[in-house]
């Protein structure tokens, strides 16, 4: 089974229990996950006349070629209580967000769906909890590893520590 390394963010209504409970819901789908990193209180990016985010990334086993764990990972964002239908604005507010960011070193390039995904070398919110799990990883296309993209990382948003507790399982 493929290792997938996946971004996960949260600005609307108990984002922490929103991140758990994506967790939760993972594991109901065939989901394995293999870790988990802390997560981080973050400024948002784009769009920033908003609450600021909670982010983590995780790493997971699935069975899933990459169209289906799409899919799966929006019925997981539904579960959740996101609404793509009331989002009126890119980057705007969301009870969750799941995003794709490797599978294994796949390369896609469809109107559905980009593996890698497209902008996460850009993105401090994502370096920083994937280079706490994954710092060695190197990404298909760029050839450099999730520390090296972090280091180099134009973008100055702040990333802080919130919490720890996503490392002890208890989602």
Known sequence: MPFVYLSLGSNLGRKESNL???LREMKTRNFWIK??????KTE????T????FFNMCAIVDTRYPPDILLNKL????L???RDRSQEREKWGPRTIDIDILFFEDVILDTPNLKIPHPL??????????LNEIAPLFTHPVLKKTVHRLLMECPDASIVEPFSRMALKKNY
């Open 35 to 40: 870790q988990v990193s802390s997560v981080y």
């Open 79 to 81: 579960a959740c209580g």
């Open 44 to 47: 948002p990016v784009g769009k």
């Open 120 to 129: 996460m070398h850009e993105r401090r919110f994502v370096l920083v909890p």
């Open 74 to 77: 929006q019925e997981i964002e």
């Open 49 to 52: 006349d908003q609450a600021w």
């Open 20 to 22: 758990k409970k994506a």
